[in-house]
């Protein structure tokens, strides 16, 4: 896939504020001294059965990589893939429905879309946010010192792919579907009065996956207490049951020789982490006295919010496994 970029930025346009350079989760464009727009699009497949609690979790989805960036969503378009032959049009009716009750959510104005007949059935949104240039907030500025905060448990690949083979407890779909619906627009604003140094939205890397994005923009070392590492319930069992996604194994090839190979815990335990993520939590980088900020008006505001780890000068390799 990065072969296929190969030679589409070599006359960047010196208004691209954050290109694909460092895997950040959107593009930002100046288009005037205090004003530029954060860009982004995705697409998912249905990851529970209720159509409108799919369109639900994909606009939340797709909204999160404007909250990432420290920006305000404004506008959207859907953008639908769907087998008209065979799925009712009411289908489809419910899943724009469940999106545009999410972007009533955020104050985001649904401005079009497109749709596209095809074998499969896919929703997403294409997301345009403000953000004023000096407030970017980057996933490649973590600094030495900072800590590392998650703001949702992880798992929500690892239930989905137990729901489809029919082995979810109803617990565990309960409490995925709320969190995949639930926005990163309240932390997202806190982290911001709490003068965030780097963030990133946990999504189809999985945790390591864009820890190691994080590492690697800014050319530090993080360091991650896998006890400390919220999982939502029932995961650990799903694992145990060989309810683990394609995805999880695509990630932990490709990211594991970015981790320091001495510190592994056993690897039905590395595997939630490494678990691709939609809708996840936000993976925030602040100093210490900011990140106390931040845990203490997180916990007076109902945010969920845990300390998972910390950034330190770049070492032999990217990620740390305590």
Same mark, same amino acid.
């Given at each position: 896939?990065?072969?296929?970029?190969?030679?589409?930025?070599?006359?960047?346009?010196?208004?691209?504020?954050?290109?694909?350079?460092?895997?950040?989760?959107?593009?930002?464009?100046?288009?005037?001294?205090?004003?530029?727009?954060?860009?982004?699009?995705?697409?998912?497949?249905?990851?529970?059965?209720?159509?409108?609690?799919?369109?639900c979790i994909a606009a939340a989805n797709a909204?999160?990589?404007?909250?990432?960036?420290?920006?305000?969503?404004?506008?959207?378009?859907?953008?639908?893939?769907?087998?008209?032959? +065979? $799925?009712?049009? %009411?289908? =489809?009716?419910?899943? &724009?429905?469940?999106?545009?009750? /999410?972007?009533? !959510?955020?104050? #985001?104005?649904?401005?079009?879309?497109? +749709? $596209?007949?095809? %074998?499969? =059935?896919?929703?997403? &949104?294409?997301?345009?946010?403000? /953000?004023?240039? !000096?407030?970017? #907030?980057?996933?490649?500025?973590?600094?030495?010192?900072d800590v590392l905060i998650l703001t949702k448990? &992880?798992?929500?690949?690892?239930?989905?792919?137990?729901?489809?083979?029919?082995?979810?407890?109803?617990?565990?779909?309960?409490?995925?579907?709320?969190?995949?619906?639930? &926005?990163?627009?309240?932390?997202?604003?806190?982290?911001?009065?709490?003068?965030?140094?780097?963030?990133?939205?946990?999504?189809?890397?999985?945790?390591?996956?864009?820890?190691?994005?994080?590492?690697?923009?800014?050319?530090?070392?993080?360091?991650?207490?896998?006890?400390?590492?919220?999982?939502?319930?029932?995961?650990?069992?799903?694992?145990?049951?060989?309810?683990?996604?394609?995805?999880?194994?695509?990630?932990?090839?490709?990211?594991?020789?970015?981790?320091?190979?001495?510190?592994?815990?056993?690897?039905?335990?590395?595997?939630?982490?490494?678990?691709?993520?939609?809708?996840?939590?936000?993976?925030?980088?602040?100093?210490?006295?900011?990140?106390?900020?931040?845990?203490?008006?997180?916990?007076?505001?109902?945010?969920?919010?845990?300390?998972?780890g910390q950034v330190l000068p770049f070492r032999?390799?990217?990620?740390?496994?305590?």
């Amino acid at each position: 896939m990065a072969k296929a970029l190969d030679g589409l930025w070599d006359d960047r346009d010196e208004n691209l504020l954050v290109g694909p350079e460092t895997s950040d989760d959107a593009g930002v464009y100046r288009i005037g001294p205090s004003c530029a727009l954060v860009e982004t699009a995705d697409i998912i497949t249905p990851l529970v059965d209720d159509p409108f609690c799919f369109g639900c979790i994909a606009a939340a989805n797709a909204v999160s990589d404007v909250y990432a960036m420290g920006a305000r969503p404004v506008t959207a378009m859907n953008l639908v893939f769907f087998p008209a032959c +065979t $799925v009712p049009g %009411d289908v =489809l009716r419910e899943i &724009l429905a469940g999106g545009q009750s /999410v972007l009533k !959510e955020c104050g #985001v104005c649904l401005v079009g879309g497109h +749709t $596209v007949e095809d %074998d499969e =059935l896919k929703y997403g &949104l294409s997301v345009t946010g403000l /953000v004023d240039p !000096e407030r970017i #907030v980057r996933n490649s500025t973590a600094r030495p010192g900072d800590v590392l905060i998650l703001t949702k448990p &992880l798992g929500t690949g690892i239930i989905s792919t137990a729901i489809k083979g029919e082995l979810a407890p109803q617990q565990a779909v309960a409490e995925a579907i709320a969190w995949m619906t639930t &926005l990163n627009r309240a932390a997202a604003e806190l982290m911001c009065r709490c003068n965030v140094s780097a963030a990133t939205d946990v999504t189809g890397f999985g945790l390591l996956g864009h820890a190691s994005e994080m590492a690697r923009g800014a050319g530090v070392t993080i360091r991650l207490a896998p006890a400390s590492i919220p999982l939502m319930s029932g995961v650990a069992d799903l694992v145990n049951d060989g309810m683990v996604p394609a995805g999880c194994y695509r990630n932990r090839d490709h990211y594991l020789p970015f981790i320091l190979p001495t510190t592994f815990p056993d690897d039905a335990a590395l595997l939630p982490l490494f678990d691709p993520q939609t809708s996840g939590g936000m993976l925030i980088a602040l100093s210490g006295d900011n990140a106390g900020c931040f845990l203490a008006e997180a916990g007076r505001l109902g945010i969920f919010a845990r300390q998972i780890g910390q950034v330190l000068p770049f070492r032999t390799h990217s990620l740390e496994i305590e």
